[in-house]
């Protein structure tokens, strides 16, 4: 399993970025899928995920209302669209496949995922 997380970059406050996670070895469409984030100093932390079959969608407190997360089954790729950045927005985002296929729950928890990209910086000055 694979997953590539692309599109982070530079931007000013109150800008936009989108953030794409190719997955192989996994069918997007058989698992929640989540976005995480890690700043410097700080531990993981949940972002968004999106159910498999893509009816439920769960955002942190923190990002609702301004991020985005969804998902093309055709191209095998989930997507963070994230609107009126801040700059405690500045992290590492990763991406993650949920632990168990079909899960009934989508979960905000660290541990329910697993298969971790690589991450991509996105950084939002003030």
């Known amino acids: 399993v694979q997953l590539q997380a692309s599109g982070g970059g530079l931007v000013q406050a109150g800008g936009s970025l989108r953030l794409a996670c190719a997955a192989s070895?996994?069918?997007?469409?058989?698992?929640?899928m989540g976005w995480f984030r890690q700043a410097p100093g700080k531990e993981r932390e949940f972002v968004a995920a999106?159910?498999?079959?893509?009816?439920?969608?769960l955002y942190s407190d923190s990002v609702k209302g301004r991020f985005t997360i969804s998902k093309d089954n055709a191209k095998n790729t989930v997507y963070l669209q994230m609107n009126s950045l801040k700059p405690e927005d500045t992290a590492v985002y990763y991406c993650?496949?949920?632990?168990?296929?079909?899960?009934?729950?989508?979960?905000?928890?660290?541990?329910?995922?697993?298969?971790w990209g690589q991450g991509t910086q996105v950084t939002v000055s003030s």
């Open positions: 999106i159910e498999w079959n893509g009816d439920i969608t």
């Open positions: 070895g996994v069918t997007v469409s058989t698992y929640t």
């Open positions: 993650a496949r949920d632990r168990t296929p079909n899960s009934p729950v989508v979960s905000s928890r660290v541990a329910a995922y697993e298969h």
